[in-house]
């Protein structure tokens, strides 16, 4: 890790105030200033990224990502999803219960992956053979005619909080946690479960890549 490309990005100057824990709070501001600094300012079609995240101090104005290499998780030969996936699969399932722990005393405060891609309409439900190719594992939301596309950011804290950036092209981003009051699911499927996995061996000193 010691040797992988290293960012800092800006922490805006007032949190989003998003969730009432503050360490969530942080980490929700900062994946939004994420989005924005290496999603929105450096433009669309770009490969996905999967970093670490590290906010040692919640008064920092700065946030430090940590690329992984392409090479280290898959993502140069498989779906951004698929590749997550994979490399979690190899890695210890996330306890049940897992004790409370500050992001200045773990060596990361979270996993994250910025990826892009397409999604339907929110008020618009999934046809049956939509239904159908979800229900087998196959994509096929890039062949709708009113398809969106959107930069995605999906993250996991060392606590197994979730988070989630979304923006669609052209708009402005959406960002919500698990963190949230009333708000216990962020998404389902590959990438939150694999990131879970990540950031908890991570967070525990085992190799996860």
Known sequence: ME???????????TPLGLCEDKMADAMATALAAIEQREGERRGWDKPARL???HLADLDARSIELRIVP????????????DAIGHTAQRLPAVPTAVEHRSYADAPVA???AMFEG???PADREPTEYEQRSNAQGRRVNHLAPDRIES???YAVDINQVEFYVRRCRGQQPHVLSTAQRDQTTVGTGLVPLGLGRIAHALREGHPAF
């Not at 392409?70 to 999803?81: C, D, H, T, Y």
């Open 3 to 13: 040797n992988w490309e290293k960012r800092a990005v800006l922490m805006p100057a």
């Open 118 to 120: 397409w999604g339907r």
């Open 151 to 153: 930069r995605l950011v």
């Open 110 to 112: 979270g996993i994250a």
């Open 70 to 81: 392409a090479r280290l998780w898959g993502a140069q030969v498989r779906n951004p999803a």
């Open 51 to 53: 970093f670490t995240v």
